[in-house]
């Protein structure tokens, strides 16, 4: 056991997918769209709202019924997602990297089904990862088939009344018995994801500011303010606008090479230092000798200015409101250059 743990979110630091965006879209007719719109209003509901006891990623959770609608079944979900996993460059070299230098978990809001594929995919230890535990057996009885399938007709005519979506999902849903099975399904998302650091702490037995933690989405505000408040790392990784305001380090990289860089100085030292040679790293002419500086590990190193020969290097900054603004708009970019702009879109 390590004295320091790293805690990364799996889609976007990870893996490029948004695996329940990709069933939707394999699985359900206009199922893009039908994602899109319940992300937004998911975002709408956490960001506007504040709705009581509502988590960031309840789209998870919302989708469910029009899957059952498709009859699709745990089996489904386990084949699709072994078959479509596409990593960030490097990412299975992070994990490989962080396995011998510090307690290592995925905490994330997607189903177990995927996380569980991944692992399998990435060699990494199942048992240290959080997910959405959901069991795909919701069976629907007829008449409870055309009421969802009016309602996904609803919703696609009525993009932004949200007011109707209120009344399907909190109103007449809750009134069907597919509800009983998905009532107390509890997303690892928000709030979610911050009660798994405290149980990771607790697991770990290490310091509460002894943690970095590492997200992308709307899902990762609560554990990086966490994180941050807690004097603890805290990175946006090619994150949009809700974690960029939460985290006190910018990523911006096609690699995960650049986050192996920052979690080796983290091992090996502490948050002064990680916070020190960011700033060197934005001062240096000379980076290979800034690496050689900071002892940085061989094999990062290698691999670092493998990558990075004949392009730009990332960027890894401290957030401040000077520049929030510049990060924030390289950050979406690179978003959208590597996951496509339909997932980079999402909340």
């Known amino acids: 056991m390590f004295e320091k743990s790293f805690i990364t979110d799996c889609e976007g630091p990870l893996t490029l997918n948004d695996n329940a965006f990709e069933l939707c879209a394999h699985f359900i007719e206009d199922g893009d769209e039908l994602f899109k ?15 009581d006891n509502y988590k960031a990623g309840n789209t998870l959770k919302l989708i469910l019924p029009f899957f059952a609608v498709e009859n699709l079944k745990n089996e489904d979900l386990i084949n699709f997602s072994r078959e479509h996993i596409y990593v960030v460059n490097d990412s299975r070299f992070l994990l490989k990297y962080l396995q ?25 230890p199942f048992e240290n990862t959080y997910y959405t535990d959901v069991d795909m057996e919701l069976n629907l009885i007829d008449e409870e088939i055309l009421k969802i399938a009016e309602f996904k007709k609803q919703i696609l005519e009525n993009p932004k009344n949200y007011e109707l979506f209120d009344d399907i999902f909190f109103s007449e849903i809750p009134k069907m018995g597919i509800y009983e099975n998905i009532k107390n399904i509890d997303v690892i998302g928000g709030e979610g994801k911050k009660l798994a650091i405290d149980d990771i702490i607790s697991r770990d037995n290490i310091n509460i500011n002894e943690i970095l933690y590492i ?5 990762d505000v609560e554990p990086l303010r966490f994180a941050r408040e807690h004097d603890g790392i805290s990175i946006s990784f090619n994150g949009n606008d809700y974690p960029l305001r939460e985290a006190q380090i910018a990523i911006v990289s096609p690699s995960a090479i650049a986050t192996a860089v920052i979690a080796n100085i983290y091992a090996n030292n502490d948050k002064k230092a990680v916070l020190t040679f960011i700033d060197d790293y934005n001062n240096s002419d000379n980076i290979k000798k800034l690496f050689e500086d900071y002892k940085i590990d061989s094999q990062i190193n290698e691999e670092f200015f493998r990558i990075f020969k004949n392009i730009k290097y990332p960027l890894i900054k401290i957030v401040d409101s000077d520049n929030f603004e510049d990060i924030l708009k390289e950050s979406i970019e690179m978003r959208n250059r590597i996951r496509g702009e339909d997932v980079g879109g999402l909340g």
Request: aromatic share 16%; net charge negative.
């Open 215 to 219: 997200g992308d989405s709307i899902t």
């Open 100 to 124: 011998s230098a510090m307690n290592t978990y995925i905490v994330s809001t997607s189903y177990g089904q995927y996380i569980e594929a991944v692992s399998n995919f990435m060699e990494f």
């Open 37 to 51: 719109i319940l992300s937004l209003y998911d975002d709408y509901l956490v960001d506007e709202v504040k709705k």
